[in-house]
């Protein structure tokens, strides 16, 4: 996701917020007035303040694809905030984007976010009374981010964009290739440790694809597996290629149940480090918290056998699954990644600071390094600094890039001459 930017700021940013479609759900008067000036200050330009979550239906009912956000409160007179937001969700064309407002604890609050996300809402804060204009402004970035970022694959349906003929002679031609973002030590020198392969397309007609956009026609078409295969050499090509030019810094790929549940892909991966005389100590693999802790056995056997041969292992998106301690520790991680879900609004929200202070301290507990992810502003890297997380990836410091562009980044960023 882009660095935030001031909605105040910005000419784009005003030009979208003035033709946005805002419903605020709040049964105190004065507070609904207050709210309103608020989003009024910050350019909204189409708000309809409504007291009853039965008139916030009735609103929705009539134009089931007009709003853009719906801003609730949680305590009603007539329902309750999650009532309301599954009785809008059955009523609308698409669900709008969520902003919660209330007079609950945070423990109360925290639960609430994680009920939203469980249900697939797209959540862009939840915040106690009184809400200040700062944390409005970074959840209406958050979503005129969001939908920039969409303007970048297209609003069409990808299997009449994207066919798998199309999808297919971009993997064959290189137009899917592997881009790498870094990530950045919270240390006073604040050097580039690793990077994390991620993937894109060169669309000569629509220009950078993110993984949303081919994905699911890589996984229809049967595709995935020789995909990946591309991505993960690459991955290792360009380890060699940061060595080539003295650094010593790693790589972490994201792998999927198709290379864990191949009992012979850890030798192939072996085979590829050794062909490219780079430590398998310095390549990570990524797994998600759902994929590591499952009961599949043959994913068990291939985690604890990578770790065998001395790559390391890391437990993706943490903070999203539900595991227990005791099932944690079944597999030797060697790093924990915070998701993104836990950082977009930890300045704002009290709550989240105390789960990512815990998250990292539980990481140091169990002798494990951890990233947090989608960090896009310096407030954000300075706090996680300050809680103790290792490094910091995303776009505060740098989008993915190039393998070229990438040496050429850390080069600058580590000062470091050439190995000899």
């Known amino acids: 996701m882009p660095a935030d930017v001031s909605i105040l700021d910005s000419k784009n940013n005003a030009s979208w917020f003035s033709k946005a479609s805002l419903l605020l759900l709040e049964d105190q008067t004065t507070q609904r007035e207050i709210l309103t000036a608020k989003f009024r200050k910050l350019g909204i330009g189409n708000i309809v303040a409504v007291a009853e979550g039965g008139s916030a239906l009735k609103q929705i009912e009539e134009n089931p694809a007009h709003f853009d956000i719906l801003v609730v409160d949680l305590i009603l007179g007539d329902m309750d905030g999650l009532k309301f937001l599954r009785l809008a969700e059955q009523s609308c064309t698409h669900m709008p984007a969520i902003i919660v407002v209330s007079a609950v604890d945070d423990l109360l609050l925290a639960t609430v976010k994680l009920t939203a996300q469980q249900r697939g809402y797209n959540l862009l804060g939840a915040y106690s009374k009184p809400v200040s204009v700062a944390e409005l402004n970074a959840s209406l970035t958050r979503f005129f981010n969001q939908r920039s970022e969409a303007v970048k694959v297209s609003a069409m349906e990808f299997e009449e964009q994207l066919p798998a003929s199309e999808v297919a002679a971009a993997l064959h031609s290189g137009e899917l290739c592997a881009y790498f973002q870094p990530m950045v030590a919270t240390g006073p020198e604040q050097n580039v440790l690793a990077v994390e392969a991620l993937a894109r397309w060169h669309h000569p007609v629509h220009g950078t694809v993110y993984p949303s956009g081919f994905l699911p026609m890589l996984e229809h078409s049967g595709m995935l597996a020789q995909f990946s295969t591309l991505i993960i050499r690459q991955s290792i090509e360009q380890l060699r290629r940061f060595r080539n030019n003295g650094l010593d810094i790693g790589v972490s790929i994201n792998v999927t149940t198709l290379e864990l549940a191949d009992f012979d892909w850890t030798e192939r991966l072996s085979d590829l480090v050794d062909q490219f005389r780079v430590p398998a100590a310095k390549v990570t693999l990524e797994v998600t918290e759902t994929m ?68 990292i301290h539980l990481g140091h507990d169990l002798d494990l390094r951890v990233i947090a992810e989608a960090v896009d502003n310096e407030g954000v890297a300075t706090l996680l600094t300050e809680l103790g997380c290792d490094m910091i990836q995303g776009q505060y410091y740098s989008p993915a890039l190039s393998g070229e562009d990438i040496t050429a980044w850390c080069l600058e960023k580590n000062k470091r001459k050439a190995l000899r």
């Open 292 to 359: 590591a802790l499952s009961n599949n056995v043959d994913i068990a056997e291939t985690l604890a056998r990578l770790r065998l041969k001395g790559f390391g292992l890391s437990i993706d998106d943490f903070g999203v699954g539900y595991s227990s301690l005791s099932n944690f520790r079944r597999v030797a991680f060697t790093e924990l990644k915070i998701d993104r879900c836990l950082t977009e609004s930890l300045l704002e929200d009290m709550g989240q600071q105390k789960i990512v202070a815990s998250i």
